[in-house]
């Protein structure tokens, strides 16, 4: 994908923070395609046939991130399909681990920003633990979500920092109502050019 043609936006944040509810906000005002990592990886999850099935349930129930072959695949495929639309991605909940996120920068395109949604813990606990009560999601129960937690200040929290070093995160708290953070999210997306 060239970097003329192709806008990359990774939207980062702890689970629960709200990153599908803004790409859909997004997605509806600014002609984004978006793409869920984790969304993919339950696809693929469920899809008959697929050699990673159970490992991805593996990896999901206990919050760990999935070897990065599989997600850096599934993403590349997802956007290859959608080469005809405009070449602007959101990429919600992805790169969560640094290995992903030099290997999508490097061999597939470089992210012009970071969203990066910040909310505190039990905030977004809450949120999950009533999500859970009609989601579906395997990770939605206390145990699976504490899980998820520590993968992200361990694991996925040095990604933010390192992009924080190349000046290209926007951060946003993510505490107050759905519209309000959008708005805040609109007026830095304006910052940035978008
Ligand atoms: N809600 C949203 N915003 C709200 C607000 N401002 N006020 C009140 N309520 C709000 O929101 C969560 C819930 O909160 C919803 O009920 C919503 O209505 C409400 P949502 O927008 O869904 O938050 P989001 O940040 O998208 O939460 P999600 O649970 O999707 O985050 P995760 O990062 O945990 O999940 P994801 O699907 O990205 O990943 C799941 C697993 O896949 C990972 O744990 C990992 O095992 C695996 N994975 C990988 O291995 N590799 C990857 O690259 C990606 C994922
Ligand atoms: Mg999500």
Known sequence: ???DKTSVIYVLGGP????????TNLVRDYGFTHLSAGDL????????GSEFGSMIKDYIAE??????EV???LLENAMMDQEKGRGRFLIDGFPRKMDQAIRFEEAVCPSKVILFFDCPE????????????????ADDNAESIKKRFKTF???SMPVVDYFEKEDKVVKIKA????GEIYEEVKKRMGERGF
């Open 41 to 48: 990886l339950r696809a693929e999850q469920d899809r008959a």
């Open 16 to 23: 629960g923070a709200g990153k599908g509810t803004q790409c």
């Open 175 to 178: 505490v107050k109502s759905p």
């Open 153 to 155: 200040v361990e694991t």
């Open 71 to 73: 997600t850096v695949q």
């Open 1 to 3: 994908f060239s970097p």
């Open 122 to 137: 039990d905030v977004m606990t809450e949120r999950l633990i009533n999500r859970g009560k009609t989601s579906g999601r």
């Open 63 to 68: 919050g760990k991130i999935v070897p990065m």
